[in-house]
């Protein structure tokens, strides 16, 4: 079955503020293909900060997951980065769906 894996990375440690947010996915990705496949998303930590941590990195809206129209017969893990001590963890964006 086919794959597809997206990982960003890590924030940075703050040395003065909060930490540096973990990486993001960007909106409206879509993936279409003719046959099962697997899609994971995750996103990366924040970093330490002085003052407050980092945030964790965020997904997009309007991630897609398609085999132009037919049912949809693969998987789907999104998975936010934790947030630093003190910060927001990732948020997901909306409307993820199985099909397009």
Known sequence: ?????????????????SGGKGGSVGSNSTLHQNQSYTRDIKTGAGGAGKTKGGHGGDVGSNNKLG????????????????????GDGGDAGDYYSGNT
């Open 67 to 86: 085999s132009y129209g037919q049912d949809f017969s693969g998987s789907n893990k999104i998975e936010t980065g934790d947030g630093g001590d003190g």
């Open 1 to 17: 079955m086919p794959q597809r894996t997206i990982v960003t990375g890590k924030g940075g440690v703050g040395k003065t503020g």
